[in-house]
Each structure stands twice: as C-alpha cells, then as structure tokens.
C-alpha cells in the first residue's frame, strides 16, 4: 500500500502546489521517509 499510496501522491501535490512543488514535495518525502523507518 505504501508504494502505491507514494506515485499517486506526487501527482497530487504538484498539482495542488503548483508554486513551490518542490518545497512542498520535498517535505512529503521527509515525512513519508520518516513514517518507513518508524
């Protein structure tokens, strides 16, 4: 589920923060890392 859940997140937050994607992208993949090693 976990690897599933990860490429339909991208899509997501780039199209919601079409700003700064990388910032708020970034951010996902530290808490996303964060909840593996946990």
Same mark, same amino acid.
């Not at 951010?27 to 946990?38: K, T, Y």
């Given at each position: 589920? *976990?690897? *599933?859940? @990860?490429?339909?997140? &991208?899509? &997501? =937050?780039? /199209? &919601?923060?079409?700003?700064?994607? $990388? *910032?708020?992208? /970034?951010?996902?993949? @530290? =808490?996303?890392?964060? @909840? =593996? $090693?946990?």
């Amino acid at each position: 589920m *976990l690897f *599933l859940f @990860r490429p339909n997140a &991208k899509p &997501k =937050i780039l /199209l &919601k923060q079409n700003r700064v994607p $990388s *910032l708020d992208f /970034l951010q996902h993949e @530290r =808490i996303f890392s964060d @909840r =593996i $090693s946990n």
